[in-house]
């Protein structure tokens, strides 16, 4: 794909220009961050490929108009967290079973994958919002401090001090639990 | 539950279905049709309104034997644009206007005339004559 090497900006700037291609490349490039976070912020984790295509279609809608202000990622985060937020608030229509990733007919190494998500999702869920963001961003999606405290808008070293909160936490937790 | 490490590991392996991405072309797809297709939804209304709307307002005749629009247009065909009267006004029956108001003012004499200091635009009453009723 010509794309590949281009960084997020440069496929915005040909997208506006009318390269659909570009468009293509981005979803491609980000959309299995942006599912993996959905699964874990939604409560009904089976609707986070709606919320992830929502998002892409927002974009798709929107990166038009984009004006650099920030990175495309960080725009595509806050944009899925947002999408996120307003799912939660909307009524479920019925309970989801237990184990519905496994029994969903996918094959083992996905089930897998999707079990990991729920563990992630079960351990996160004891700590607050800021300092649960935290710890998706810098542990599970390996983004730099830098990074993370640009896709939560806040300073390098609130990042810091939130994650050094979040470990002690997260290690009392698993230090309990058998 | 397991270390964190072993987690994360599995964490990361996790993608999106292979659908979102289908969907959304799908989506985008669908947009682009529509966008295409909404001209042609304009050219197909507007040649519809001329037919039902426009020609036979041009066919037909008027009721008290004013020359329809389209025998004016061709009784004109040569006239430099400039000189061609309005086709509306072509075989209107010039009638004598009514008049709105009569010509005269009405006789009254009752009726108190406004007095110059007057700036309300009331007309003043009468006082009544106390004098008369004191005496």
Redesign the interface.
Known sequence: MAHEDSTDNELVRAYQSGDALAFDVLVLRHQDRLYRLARVWLVDGSRAADATQEVFLRAFRGLPRFRFRAQPFTWLYRTQRLVCFEMNRQPRDEPLPENWATSTGVDDRRADAELALDEVRALVSTLPERQRDVVLLRIFEDCSVRETAELMGCREGTVKALLSKARHKLADQLAVEP | ????DT??H????????D???A???R??AD?ATARARWPWFAVGFSAALALVVIVPLLKSPPPSGVPSMLEVARSLPNRPIGSVPSISRVGMPTQPRLPTRPSTPPENDNAAPLTPADNSGTTALPRPNTKEKTA
Do not use: C, N, T, V
């Open positions: 539950m397991p270390d964190i987690l994360q599995r964490y990361r392996k996790a993608s999106a279905p659908d979102i991405h969907a959304i072309q989506e985008l947009g």
